[in-house]
C-alpha cells in the first residue's frame, strides 16, 4: 500500500486548508485510515480517524470541532477538513492505513504511513 498526502500550504490563522491522501495498491475501503502530525521538536502525536465504512470518526480534543476527517472509498482517499486553523496547527500532516475496521488512535496500530505534508499557520 503507498499513501500520498497532498493539501498542505502556508495559511493564516483562521484560514482553512483540506489535506488529501491517496492511497493506492490495495482496496484500502476495508481499512481505517488516520491523520497524525508532528510540530517542531515534539512527538508526533494523533489527530483524527475514520473507520473502515466511514460511519465512526475520533478526534483529538486540540481539533475537535475544527477538523473534519471523511473519506471517499470510490477514491480511495481519506480528506481532512481544517478550519479555524492556529499556529499552534503548524506541523507535518502523516496518513496513515491500519489494517482493522475500526479507528484506532495509537500510532502503533497503524501499518502504512504517507510521507507527511506541511501545514503551516502564521499568526
Known amino acids: 500500500v503507498q499513501l500520498q498526502a497532498s493539501g498542505g500550504g502556508l495559511v493564516q490563522a483562521g484560514g482553512s486548508l483540506r489535506l488529501s491522501c491517496a492511497a493506492s495498491?490495495?482496496?484500502?475501503?476495508?481499512?481505517?485510515m488516520g491523520w497524525f502530525r508532528q510540530a517542531p521538536g515534539k512527538e508526533r502525536e494523533f489527530v483524527a480517524a475514520i473507520s473502515s465504512g466511514g460511519s465512526s470518526t475520533s478526534y483529538a480534543d486540540s481539533v475537535k470541532g475544527r477538523f473534519t476527517i471523511s473519506r471517499d472509498n470510490a477514491k480511495n482517499t481519506v480528506y481532512l477538513q481544517m478550519s479555524s486553523l492556529k499556529p499552534e496547527d503548524t506541523a507535518i500532516y502523516y496518513c496513515a492505513l491500519a489494517r482493522t475496521s475500526g479507528m484506532p488512535i495509537i500510532q502503533a496500530y497503524y501499518n502504512y504511513w504517507g510521507q507527511g505534508t506541511q501545514v503551516t499557520v502564521s499568526s
Open positions: 495498491g490495495d482496496t484500502v475501503s476495508r481499512f481505517a
